[in-house]
Nanobody, 117 residues
Framework: QVELVESGGGLVQSGGSLRLSCAAP????????LGWYRQAPGKERELVAR???????TYADSVKGRFAIFRDDDRHTVDLQMDSLKPEDTAIYYC???????????WGQGTQVTVTT
């Protein structure tokens, strides 16, 4: 079992910034895609950003140019820098580790991000 621990959520005004961090124990790290997803009330969970073990990065269209994902292979962390936040970014944000080669996916417990007008 892989336990992902998230931190950094909170309350921020529109236009502000937050940085989320996710720490992992390191199991399967080198062959994993690490990502951040979010789920707003009444909506399905959606991809925000992910970075593969090869360094390929994918962003949701809604966050391109505002969010950046950082993977640290030495510390086994993946951070999400969120700038120019909007009220529609309000959601619970989840860290994800996907180990495709063995068909396993792990989730963090989630951290709340609330953006006020």
């Amino acid at each position: 079992q892989v336990e992902l621990v998230e931190s950094g959520g909170g309350l921020v005004q529109s236009g502000g910034s937050l940085r989320l961090s996710c720490a992992a124990p390191g199991n399967f790290w080198s062959i994993s895609t690490l990502g951040w997803y979010r789920q707003a009330p009444g909506k399905e969970r959606e991809l925000v950003a992910r970075v593969s073990h090869g360094g390929t990065i994918t962003y949701a269209d809604s966050v391109k140019g505002r969010f950046a994902i950082f993977r640290d292979d030495d510390r086994h962390t993946v951070d999400l820098q969120m700038d120019s936040l909007k009220p529609e970014d309000t959601a619970i944000y989840y860290c994800n580790q996907a180990v495709g080669i063995v068909g396993r996916t792990y989730w963090g417990q989630g951290t709340q991000v609330t953006v006020t007008t």
